[in-house]
Each structure stands twice: as C-alpha cells, then as structure tokens.
C-alpha cells in the first residue's frame, strides 16, 4: 500500500520576487557585501537585476529604482564600503595565486566592471611584491594545483606532455612558458 502525500498548499512554480523598496535594496546590498567582496560595478548589476524582476512582476518604476541604486552606490563609495581599487588589488592576488594568467586577470576584472587602467595599477603592485615574473609564478602555481608538468609523477610526464601543454595554453599562458614549465625537471629548476 503507497502513501500519497497530503496536497501542497503552494502553488507549484517559483517564488514571485519581492516589491522593491529603497529600504529593500540596501539591506539586499548589505546582504550581499557580507558574503562577497564586490566592485561597484558588480553591485550595481545585483541590485539592477533585483529591480528589473520587481519591475516585470509588480509594475514597479524601474527608473525609480535604478535611482535608489546610484544613491545607495554613491553612499557606499563615499563611506569606504565599497572600493574599486582595493577590490582590484585583492582580486588580483587572489587570482595570481590560484595560478590565473595575467590576461585572464584583465578579463575576469573587466566582467566585474573594474577599468582597465584599475587593473593595470593593481598588477603592477602586484608585480612589485612578487619576485621574477607575474606569468612565470602563476604557472607554476597552476601546475602545482592540476599536477602538471614537474609535479607530474615521473613516469607519466612524457605521456601527458602535450596535455599539460594545452593546459597551461588554455589558462592563457604563452608557450614559451608553459613549455619552460612541462619539460622543467624539477619546479625549482624554473626558478
């Protein structure tokens, strides 16, 4: 004998979003920068896309809440809450050492609404702290988390050559790198 579940008193589908208020969205930006670090770019496009709901399902001015959101951004960058700069130069560091190419840098600073010239001073400080080249170390970093190239057991290394090769190329490393890398006898000896 099957039990049937007791009928749902919901309506099945998705959760309509809530009204937006100006209240609303700074306790959604608060929310948010609590859990993320964020460009203000990026949380312009948060806060946007929260109107732009509220806008199709309760016939809300989206004018007037793009409104609330320049406000609510232009307070948070006079208070220190949001910086651009520092975020760039966190990121960076970050992304350097996860092992991500310089050029992959720019790229995933420009999708969070950083400038390339903020891009540019944060890789150049970076460029400051870190001994030898910024694309060289970040390879290696790379190739030490994915267990390529020198990290490789010894026995496989010639078997996945050219594997590890593609790898480092497609993070967006230069194949002078990258092969400097792969056929490196030990890490150290890149150095």
Known sequence: ??????????PSGPKPPKRVTAQYLENAALYYLQRFASSSANLRRVL????DRSAQAHGTDPAEGARW???LIARYLRSGLLNDAAYAEMRVA???RRGTSTRAIREKLASKGIARDEADKALDALDEEVDGDLNLTAALALARRRRLGPYRLPEKRAEFRDKDLA?????????DIARRIVDAED?????
């Open 48 to 51: 946007m896309r929260k109107v």
């Open 167 to 175: 790898a480092l190329g497609r993070a967006g490393f230069a194949y």
């Open 94 to 96: 970050s992304l350097h």
């Open 1 to 10: 004998m099957t039990r049937e579940s007791p009928p749902s008193s919901r």
């Open 187 to 191: 890490p150290d000896s890149v150095e």
């Open 69 to 71: 959101v320049e406000e």
